[in-house]
């Protein structure tokens, strides 16, 4: 079966359902930007930041055209790779909701394998509803990690006989000790005499329904008291933001950890990729220290010291409190810390829960309910799942070899005429990067991403017509130029400034 992902913050999941099903299936992923990246030519910022704004009627010719130009690329994508089926982490981004329209008119399974694992009480009360309004759940089928996940959609409208429960593929990670790397394998060298405490740190906002700075103490506070143990080298500090976290905020509280921790940056603390694999740096953690985060679930359940903390402003924090997850009611399975002084005292007296086989299960049975089995299985659970819809789905539509032989008509002419439009900008690419080097100085990483982007289209397409034997994992897609008007943005900038 040929498999296409569309990734949205999705690598771990797909890295675990591709290793499950290696060498049975054939995998390609295209990242949901490039949907996202062509559906603002039709729509304003506005229309991506809620659930709301994009069905209000002034949008309505815009959706119109959106929704074509989404089949057009759903089936460019099918002429380059015949996918028998879609994989999607959620259906709810409004640029993807064509595509599963049109894989229904094409006869083509959409699934959606859900990222997300806890679900908040004021999550599960407002935001399901809102989900329910204006972007109810409408893919074949969806797997989630728990019955609390399930109860979310079920509250959101979607059909119980839709949803199954198959936990969370990428927790399997934990059973597979196969898969876990050292820090020196994951490009970060710190004290091996040290313990080391991994701190995953969050925006300043995070879960405030007006948006206020609600955090800032609590973060600012924990930073502090984390330099200062680097500074005075008492423990190895890794500190990981979240995959989406804002990276102009990551760069605010770098340069603070930097003026406060002096010559031990990046020797005893280091920031974390917003992209590492967050569970490669907890298996190599000694102590967690967390607020509202998944990971401080997974660091629970892999048997480690978790601090959780949680202060800041009476009023404010009451506000938020029916918002978020109320791990501070868990102080018999990781310690609760409720303010500066009982954080660094809890790290410098190194008084913590012995770990022993009962409070490992209590652990368990705390949080399955947000993150479902966890018995290493949830990949191969998933699978069946999706490969029972699958077989199904073809069964009910047994002129589908037909059909889809028509889908994919004129596939070679196409991938031919994208090869040579692809060759072409590529040159053009290189002759800009020539020039930038040259005469601009800038923007050169910018060029050579957009020439290597060329270079994997071109690999694709002759992969789609049998001119390669390369198998790129990731598709491109059909890329949208606009080199003339970078070169001649460029010649006019570089003449305003000579």
């Known amino acids: 079966m040929k498999v296409l992902f569309i990734e949205h913050y999705f690598e771990q999941d797909m890295e675990a359902l591709m290793f499950e099903r290696n060498g049975i ?11 996202a990246l062509k559906a603002r030519k039709f729509f304003p910022d506005v229309v991506f930041n809620g659930l709301e704004e994009y069905c209000k009627p002034k949008y309505r010719l815009a ?31 409004f640029y993807i909701r064509d595509l599963v329209t049109a894989s229904k008119k094409w006869k083509i399974p959409f699934i959606v394998a859900q990222k997300e694992t806890t679900i908040a009480p004021g999550t ?18 969806m797997t989630v990690c728990s019955e609390r996940h399930k109860e979310f959609w079920l509250k959101s409208g979607a059909s119980g006989n839709k949803i199954e429960v198959t936990g969370q593929p990428r927790f399997d990670f934990y059973k597979n000790q196969k898969k876990w790397l050292l820090l020196d394998q994951l490009g970060i060298s710190l004290n091996p005499k040290l313990k080391t405490i991994l701190f995953f740190t969050y925006e300043l906002d995070a879960y405030s329904p007006d948006g206020q700075k609600i955090w800032e103490d609590l973060r600012t506070d924990t930073e502090k008291i984390l330099a200062d143990l680097a500074k005075n080298n008492l423990f190895n500090i890794i500190i990981k933001p979240h995959p989406q976290h804002n990276i102009e905020d990551i760069e605010f509280f770098s340069s603070r950890l930097q003026s406060l921790c002096g010559s031990v940056w990046k020797k005893s603390i280091f920031v974390a990729d917003r992209k590492m694999d967050a569970r490669q740096l907890i298996v190599n953690s000694d102590i967690v220290i967390a ?24 009023q404010k924090i009451e506000k938020v ?38 409070i490992l299960k209590e652990r368990m049975d705390a949080f399955k309910e947000y ?32 059909f889809h032989n028509s889908f994919r008509y004129g596939y070679r002419a196409y991938c ?42 071109i690999m694709e397409c002759k992969n789609a017509i049998g001119k390669s034997s390369k198998q790129p994992e990731e598709l491109v897609g059909h890329i949208d130029e606009e080199i003339m008007t970078f070169i001649k943005n460029k010649f006019h900038l570089s003449r305003k400034l000579g």
């Open 25 to 35: 299936h054939e995998f390609r992923y295209i990242s949901a930007n490039y949907f």
């Open 63 to 93: 959706r119109y055209k959106w929704s074509q130009k989404a089949f057009k690329l759903f089936r460019e994508l099918y002429k380059v790779y015949p996918f028998d089926i879609v994989i999607a982490p959620s259906d709810s981004f």
């Open 124 to 141: 599960m009360r407002t935001h399901s509803k809102e989900v329910g309004m204006f972007c109810p759940f409408i893919s074949d089928y």
């Open 291 to 314: 607020f509202q985060s998944t990971a401080l679930l997974e660091s629970l359940i892999s048997g480690k010291r978790v601090i959780y903390t949680y202060w800041g402003e009476g």
């Open 321 to 358: 409190k029916k918002f978020i997850l109320p791990f501070y009611d868990y102080s018999k399975i990781m310690e609760c810390v409720n303010s500066p002084s009982e954080l660094k005292q809890a790290l410098l007296q190194n008084s913590y829960l012995q770990m022993n086989k009962e």
């Open 371 to 402: 993150l479902g089995p966890l018995d290493g299985k949830s990949s191969e659970r998933t699978w069946q799942a999706i490969e029972k819809i699958t077989d199904s789905y073809y069964i009910l539509n047994k002129d589908w070899n037909k």
């Open 416 to 457: 031919i005429r994208e090869i040579f439009i692809a060759s072409i900008t590529k040159l053009l690419w290189l002759f800009a990067l020539s020039i930038s080097k040259k005469i601009f100085k800038s923007n050169i990483n910018h060029i050579i991403t957009r020439t290597e982007r060329q270079g994997k289209r």
